[in-house]
């Protein structure tokens, strides 16, 4: 989530995936004889066509392969949306950074972060949805209303007693992923947090150890066990 563009967003994210369609759609789309020979015709015709001889082809493989995306997840218009969304975004910053020759569009840094993370938030409220109608539904609800909803919070709260047990679990919870968090952070600006603990002391190796243990077992507990991906 600290991703300063979709594509490295991506990247990060879903690798298996991102990397065997690059391997085996993308790059066959790319140099596939029609696409090659549409650059090759564009960038004879000189002027602004040597652009387009660039970004077309790029352009065309993307959309495809995004398609594609949105349909491994399933044959369901919001799935498709999903991937167009993404698609469209990738090829219009692909778009922006070639005709600035590389630079970024923005110079700030947390800005870029901040922008990834909220497109990437709006294409949840896609992935999530039923049919784009709901989809839209969540993204007004979004602008409107209470910035804090009660019900909302009180349900979490419920949600969470129905698990090990209210408090516990919620403590254990908020722990854990401030942990995770607070991991991350140190680790992409440059801090391995997990080796200068271990040679702080080599106990604290195993007591590192127990705690990941304890909070598998703990995590276990839940009531939903479904791998996430297991529909797809």
């Given amino acids: 989530y600290l991703a300063e563009s979709v594509d490295e967003f991506w990247r990060r994210w879903h690798i298996t995936l991102s990397t065997w369609f690059k391997d085996y759609l993308f790059y066959p789309i790319l140099r596939s004889k029609k696409i090659t020979s549409l650059g090759k015709k564009l960038k004879k015709k000189g002027g602004g066509y040597k652009k387009l001889s660039r970004i077309l082809p790029t352009t065309i493989a993307l959309l495809i392969v995004w398609l594609f995306v949105g349909l491994w997840h399933g044959a369901k218009i919001n799935y498709i949306v999903y991937g167009l969304y993404y698609g469209l975004i990738i090829i219009t910053s692909n778009i922006f950074h070639t005709l600035r020759k590389g630079k970024n569009i923005c110079q700030y840094k947390w800005l870029r972060i901040l922008c990834t993370f909220v497109i990437v938030c709006f294409g949840y409220m896609i992935f999530n949805s039923t049919d784009i109608q709901s989809a839209a539904g969540m993204m007004r609800q979004t602008f409107s209303g209470d910035i804090v909803n009660i019900t909302v919070l009180k349900n979490l709260g419920i949600q969470f007693y129905k698990q090990v047990g209210g408090k516990v679990y919620f403590i ?13 952070f140190l680790k992409y600006f440059g801090i391995e947090a ?18 990941i243990v304890f909070f598998l077992l703990f995590m276990m507990n839940r009531t939903s066990g479904d791998f996430t991906y297991m529909q797809f």
Avoid: E, F, P
Wanted: with cysteine.
């Fill in 172 to 184: 254990v919870t908020v722990i854990s992923s401030m942990i995770l968090i607070i991991y991350d």
């Fill in 194 to 211: 997990a080796d200068k603990c271990i040679l702080i002391n080599k106990y604290v190796k195993y007591i590192l150890a127990a705690g």
